[in-house]
């Protein structure tokens, strides 16, 4: 429970009595049983407490073991995905605008003035990942700014730009680290092939077939991503070949050379 934990579940509210009790505290636990008796015994039994303390010690985890707290993650908006140095998609954030219905030609109008105006602003952040300048920057803040507090003749427009508003931190995060993606279509594309499936033959029947689809899909995913034979890493497991590296192994060399 070290200080990313805590301020974890301070950001989700969790009762002040409950977080002076967890402070400082060390706890080595391997089997969800064993957490649940864990909390159990602090006396955290209300399901929401016990869902933040949860998610607070895996963040505390995942710091300890040299996760940086400045850890990059890119999302829909999804509140799930909202932990360490948060990031959202571009794609995702102008089908807010995309998804609206204009009642009449002015809406038409004021809604495709401000997509072009958000286009824009998105080619130029493109352009400055490639060659950041500090001035484009602050160009570049402005011009969304005055995008977002634009006053138009319809209304569910304005409420729309004035949502994205409150997300200029995430949405303009490229600017401050030009080596982000502007979108998360990498993993939109990853999960594609479970999609598929889900659409063909439906859900799994049981946990240990939606564990076993995952995993697989998950190694196979990995393997390609690194230019490896997905049939020769599981002939090296399953017949314990040597040759092909723990996957462990391949990811940590691969974030090791840049």
């Known amino acids: 429970m070290n200080t990313g934990a805590i301020e974890y579940m301070a950001q989700n509210k969790l009762s002040v009595v409950i977080l002076a009790t967890l402070e400082n505290i060390s706890v080595c636990i391997n089997t969800a049983p064993d957490w649940c008796e864990w909390l159990d015994q602090q006396g955290i039994v209300k399901p929401r407490h016990r869902k933040i303390v949860t998610e607070g010690a895996l ?21 799930q995905f909202n932990v360490f140095d948060h990031a ?3 794609i995702h954030a102008e089908r807010v605008i995309n998804r609206l219905i204009p009642l009449n030609d002015s809406h038409t109008k004021a809604v495709d003035d401000a997509r072009d105006q958000l286009w824009s602003i998105y080619h130029d952040l493109k352009a400055y990942k490639l060659n950041p300048v500090t001035e484009q920057a602050s160009s570049i803040r402005q011009r969304f700014q005055i995008l977002c507090s634009t006053k138009t003749c319809y209304e569910t427009l304005n409420q729309a730009l004035g949502r994205m508003g409150k997300n200029q931190h995430e949405l303009l995060r490229v600017l401050d680290k030009p080596y982000l993606p502007l979108h998360n279509n990498l993993s939109e594309r990853d999960i594609r092939d479970y999609v598929k499936k889900r659409k063909i033959s439906g ?3 049981s946990d240990a077939g939606r564990k076993a689809r995952d995993t697989f899909a998950s190694l196979k995913k990995t393997c390609r991503k690194h230019g490896m034979s997905f049939w020769g890493y599981l002939k090296s497991r399953l017949l314990k070949l040597e040759g092909i590296p723990p996957l462990s192994e391949v990811i940590r060399a691969a974030a090791a050379s840049g």
Do not use: K, N, V
Request: with cysteine; charged share 20%.
């Open 59 to 79: 963040m505390g985890g995942l710091l300890d073991q040299g996760i940086s707290s400045d850890f990059s993650i890119i999302s829909d908006d999804a509140g």
């Open 203 to 205: 859900s799994t029947r």
């Open 88 to 90: 959202l998609c571009w």
